[in-house]
């Protein structure tokens, strides 16, 4: 099970770290990912992380205001964002997959096997 959180209403310039919290596997087990849908927008890829080797991809438009990173002690992922502005604003949802090769500038071509709920971010203007 994946759960998000953090997720808020948050002025453009400003910062937030939404999480995704893994139970019943391992974080470190799992190539995790970060999506996100705006209003009347296909879902699209943000950035992913892959434990084997910490790799990590962000989508160009977002490097240098986007980073992700694990918390092992929490079992969770974390994506930093920094500088946001309205155009971010979306539905945040992780993804898991036990095949590291998902985590890729490919990450949205794959099944990702296990998905969390979602949290709402808001960037006002």
């Known amino acids: 099970q994946l759960v998000e959180s953090g997720g808020v209403l948050v002025q453009a310039g400003g910062s937030l770290r939404v999480s995704c919290a893994a139970s019943g596997f391992t974080t470190d087990d799992y190539a995790i990912g970060w999506f996100r849908q705006a209003p009347g927008k296909e879902r699209e890829e943000v950035s992913c992380i892959n434990p084997s080797d910490s790799y990590t991809y962000v989508v160009d438009s977002l490097k240098g205001r986007f980073t992700i990173s694990s918390d092992n002690a929490k079992n969770a992922v974390l994506l930093q964002m920094n500088n946001l502005k309205p155009e971010d604003t979306a539905v945040y949802y992780c993804?898991?997959?036990?095949?590291?090769?998902?985590?890729?500038?490919?990450?949205?071509?794959?099944?990702?096997?296990?998905w969390g709920q979602g949290t709402q971010v808001t960037v006002s203007s």
């Open positions: 993804a898991a997959d036990p095949a590291y090769a998902v985590c890729s500038p490919a990450m949205a071509k794959y099944n990702w096997d296990y």
